[in-house]
């Protein structure tokens, strides 16, 4: 994928800083899913109202799912046996769609679009550039079209 967009390196704090109040989270799944920063994300949970967080195929639970309305939401489209314990609470909701949908549903203009996305990327090489590594799948172009990226480095 090739973008226009430049990146900078910053700490984990303003990584989050960076992130609204209020802001709708594409996390990148399976692979490429940046537990490590959603540990952060949750550990600054009282920094926010409201997080509304979109996935797919996660191999992990998530720490956010530990804090689900406080002030965490969680939308899957694809639950895992992880978040089973909470598939019944009022701040988890299941998203009818295929993974392949993930484009037209949290692209910007789509039902839930997304201001942020977040995964895990390599360090970049000595021109910049990075890979998303093998759990790229469908957020390729959400990566390119959301308005803040946040990668963690892998």
Not at 124 to 141: A, Y
Request: aromatic residues 8%.
């Amino acid at each position: 994928m090739k973008s226009h967009r430049s990146g900078k390196h910053v700490s984990v704090d303003e990584a989050i800083d960076a992130i609204s109040d209020g802001s709708r989270i594409y996390v990148a799944q399976g692979s490429g899913c940046p537990y490590g920063f959603l540990a952060s994300i949750d550990q600054r949970r009282e920094s926010f109202n409201k997080l509304e967080f979109v996935s797919a195929f996660l191999l992990e639970r998530p720490a956010p799912v530990d804090h689900l309305g406080e002030p965490f939401r969680w939308l899957s489209l694809q639950p895992t046996g992880g978040m089973r314990d909470v598939l019944d609470h009022d701040a988890f909701g299941i998203i009818p769609g295929r993974y392949s949908d993930l484009d037209g549903i949290c692209a910007p203009g789509g039902p839930l679009a997304a201001d942020v996305v977040i995964c895990q990327v390599s360090p970049p090489d000595s021109s910049g550039f990075c890979s998303l590594g093998t759990g790229v799948g469908g957020h390729v172009s959400l990566i390119r079209d959301a308005p803040l990226v946040i990668g963690q480095v892998n």
